[in-house]
């Protein structure tokens, strides 16, 4: 079963606000990882495990390298769904 | 036909006390940070690394093996004409034979103790523990001497800003021997060669000789994808020796991880769902990843400091280049 693009951004923001102590609600798909959210790279790293993880998908460590926004990623996730 | 006596050891098998030895000079982050384009604050969000310990120009890896060696025979009361053998772990000791260990024992007076060093770069010390416990049950050696010893400093390059920054010189030592009571759990190891190229030397020395324009030759990783192995592969093998000893995470009192980067020790601590209670090993802030003296490094500090005490159960796993990973639960001497 397809994740929506509106369930991945609820999961992946569940995912940052759990690494991050961010509030869920600030991490939406306009923000961009480092520059709003102050995630660093290892950080990006975490996050992006737990999403392969819960939306059962591979993300390349080049493809989560051009992440930029999350945006970004939900993007990639729910175009690399099955 | 003859039938061959097999040995026997003791039932069970223990560790019976740490020695260390740091480098003698504090290197600090704006010490190193020029030549990488790097800055303090950035090396410590993303390692945890506030100094390093680095060992003066004139010591080798042997010199620091000797002092871990003799302060742990000073702690335990052991005498070194008893140990049965000498497990060195290094990759920092540049020839290629006779091994280090022959010289150590010799130099600490275990003479005609076995000895022979292992390549096993950052889970150097958990695969010894590995091979000391076996022989101690095994009745091959009574009381064996493992020692990491690293003088990382001989083999990184200033300008590297992919693993050099982190490396610190230092050497821990334990003994293993008999126990009444089960003091070492199984191991749990392996290696995973298809990530040879994950931390590697950057060329042989038969390269060196043939171009002596390549210089010495110095480490190199790749980051990333080692940060994401150890934190997140490491977990069910950390979970996997938990299982093997009998016990449970709420079990754990110490955890001692090898001392790689903060991040993986939190990210670690997370994926094996440590309870709160535990003690855990941060040595790395001051002391920089020392590879194979890191684990009997960060236990004998938390044992001085009063922070873990005997008896506790400790959780312990090595991991590095290869690459090798071993976890054992031991009780803490
Ligand atoms: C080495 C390590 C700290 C690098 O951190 P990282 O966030 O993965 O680094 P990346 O290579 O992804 O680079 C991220 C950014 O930091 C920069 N950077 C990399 N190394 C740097 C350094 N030493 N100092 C300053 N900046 C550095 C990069 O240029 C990049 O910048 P950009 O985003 O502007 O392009 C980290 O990967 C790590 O610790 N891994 C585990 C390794 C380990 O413990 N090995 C020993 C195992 S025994």
Known sequence: ?82 | MATLKQAAGSQFSRIYGFGAYRGENVVTNDDIAGPIDSSDEWIRQRTGIITRRRADADLSVIDLAVNAAQDVLNTTGIAASDIGAVILSTVTYFHQTPAAAAIVAERIGANPAAAYDISAACAGYTYGIAQADAFVRAGTAKYVLVIGAEKMSDFIDPTDRSISFLLGDGAGAAIVGPSDTPGIGKTVWGADGTKAGSIYQTHSWQEMGANPELGFPTLRQDGPSVFKWASFKMGPVALEAIDAAGLTPQDIDVFVPHQANMRIIDQLIKQIKLPEHVVVGRDIADTGNTSAASIPLAAHRLLAEGTAKSGDVCLQIGFGAGLAYAAQVIVLP
């Not at chain 1, 397809?2 to 306009?30: P, R």
């Not at chain 1, 996050?47 to 591979?58: G, Q, R």
């Not at chain 1, 051009?66 to 769904?81: C, H, K, L, S, Y």
Request: glycine content about 6%.
């Open chain 1, 1 to 82: 079963m397809a994740y929506t693009e509106q369930e991945v951004l609820a999961g992946l923001a569940e995912i940052v606000a759990e690494e991050t102590g961010l509030a869920v609600e600030t991490v939406t798909a306009d923000k961009s990882f480092v520059d709003d959210l102050d995630i660093d790279s290892l950080s990006i790293m975490t996050i992006v495990t737990h999403a392969e993880d819960k939306f059962e998908v591979t993300i390349p460590d080049e493809a989560a390298k051009d992440f930029n926004t999350v945006g970004d990623a939900v993007n990639f996730i729910v175009g690399a769904q099955g």
